[in-house]
């Protein structure tokens, strides 16, 4: 129930995105996940939206075609390229996250405070279990990713 929770919370978000703004969910994933840190890697965005860095090669690559963002060299290690958003990318940015929360809306109504109370609590215990999962496999997770909260991207994402 909770990856089907999810997974039609993306498709209603990936629906009203692309007839607002024509942008597929792997885009407008992108777009927020270097509206929260910029000049990072491609393997840092995978790490970001949660796939693997392969995957965002075509993507990354139309989106620049497309104007969303630009690739630099990374002056520390030229094999690596930093992904940086372009003006376009930001203009969309907080009409982006405003779908987003009207879709959430949508999805927690009629849900009562003490069952969202209950479902965070659910929920957050088992980011913590699995992440120590993780942790224990020897893989890094990034704990302050969604924790340090910077910006209007980061707040309306984590929110619940």
Same mark, same amino acid.
């Given at each position: 129930? #909770?990856?089907?929770?999810?997974? %039609?919370? @993306?498709?209603?978000? &990936?629906? @009203?995105? !692309?007839? !607002?703004?024509?942008? *597929? /969910?792997?885009?407008?994933?992108?777009?927020?996940? #270097?509206?929260?840190?910029?000049?990072?890697?491609?393997?840092?965005?995978?790490?970001?939206?949660?796939?693997?860095?392969? *995957?965002?090669?075509?993507?990354?690559?139309?989106?620049?075609?497309? /104007?969303?963002?630009? !690739? =630099?060299?990374?002056? =520390?290690?030229?094999?690596? $390229? #930093?992904?940086?958003?372009?003006? +376009?990318?930001?203009?969309?940015?907080?009409?982006?996250?405003?779908?987003?929360? &009207?879709? !959430?809306?949508?999805? #927690?109504?009629?849900?009562?405070?003490?069952?969202? @109370?209950?479902? +965070? +609590?659910?929920?957050? =215990?088992?980011?913590?279990?699995? @992440?120590?999962?993780?942790? =224990?496999? /020897?893989?890094? %997770?990034?704990? $302050?990713?969604?924790?340090?909260?910077?910006?209007?991207?980061?707040? %309306?994402?984590?929110?619940?």
């Amino acid at each position: 129930m #909770l990856k089907t929770s999810a997974k %039609t919370w @993306e498709k209603a978000a &990936e629906i @009203e995105l !692309r007839e !607002r703004f024509g942008i *597929t /969910g792997a885009k407008w994933k992108i777009i927020v996940a #270097l509206s929260i840190k910029e000049g990072i890697t491609q393997k840092h965005i995978a790490d970001m939206v949660f796939v693997e860095a392969p *995957t965002l090669v075509p993507i990354i690559d139309k989106m620049e075609r497309e /104007g969303y963002l630009i !690739r =630099q060299t990374d002056p =520390q290690d030229r094999r690596n $390229n #930093l992904i940086f958003m372009t003006k +376009k990318s930001k203009d969309i940015v907080d009409p982006i996250i405003d779908c987003i929360l &009207e879709v !959430r809306n949508m999805g #927690l109504s009629k849900i009562s405070k003490k069952d969202m @109370e209950i479902a +965070k +609590k659910v929920l957050s =215990q088992i980011v913590n279990n699995t @992440e120590e999962f993780i942790r =224990q496999k /020897g893989e890094n %997770t990034d704990p $302050n990713l969604w924790t340090d909260l910077q910006n209007k991207s980061q707040k %309306t994402l984590v929110k619940l």
